[in-house]
Structure formats: C-alpha cells, structure tokens
C-alpha cells in the first residue's frame, strides 16, 4: 500500500513537489482548510502532513493558539500520533516554530528557501 501524505495548502506559495511524491511511491490528499483535514483524519491516518507554519500574531484566542497548526495537531494526538508531521515556515517566523513540540514531537522543519532535494532527504530519512 502507498504511503499517504496529507498537503495543507493555505496559501500561493506551498511547493508543488507531487512529482517527488510520485516517485517515492507517495500518494499525495490536497486539503485547503484544516477543518477538512481534521475531519479526514477520523478515517485516513496519513504517513506524513506537510503544512506551512502563519504565526497567530493577533488571533483571536488571547495567546491559547500559537500558530494554524495548533488544532490540527491536537487532533494528531487524539487520531494519528503517528503521522510525521513537516513544518514549512519563512525564516522571520522559525523562533516560533518549537513551541509546537510541546504539542506533538514535528519530524522536520523546513526554513524557506527549500528544494525538492530537501524534501526528498526529508521524506527519505
């Protein structure tokens, strides 16, 4: 059976590496929304989830949330504690980032720029 991997694309600038999942033998699910992952992750527990990482500067939540991510990687704890768990994020906001261990262990963090060969290293290890 083909690994699953699970893109979180929230914004224009999430890479497009399906051609490197291909060849790894990866079969990639595009959602737009972390409801819908959420929502799929009761049925589907994917290998890996690849997401870009918006610090919540003025979110709504008076500091609870650090991050988009936060929900989603709660709902990792509860329905796949096992999926490798990749966090894209621009080198302004990578001081952030570390906070989301405390939530659930991240497999890697990538700082942009990042290549296909990175990812492919990453997916590889």
């Given at each position: ?25 990866i ?93 492919n ?5």
């Open positions: 059976m083909a690994k699953q991997l699970f893109s979180i694309i929230e914004s224009p600038r999430h890479p497009n590496f399906l051609a490197l999942y291909t060849r790894l033998g079969e990639e699910h595009c959602f737009n929304s972390m409801r819908k992952v959420i929502k799929q992750l009761k049925t589907l527990q994917p290998d890996y989830i690849v997401a870009e990482f918006f610090y919540g500067y003025g979110n709504n939540y008076a500091g609870v949330n650090i991050s988009n991510l936060d929900v989603m990687l709660y709902s990792l704890q509860k329905y796949s504690s096992a999926t490798k768990v990749i966090v894209l994020v621009d080198k302004s906001e990578r001081q952030y980032v570390d906070k989301l261990n405390d939530i659930i262990p991240l497999h890697a963090v990538l700082v942009r720029p990042f290549s296909e060969a990175l990812m290293n990453t997916l590889t290890e």
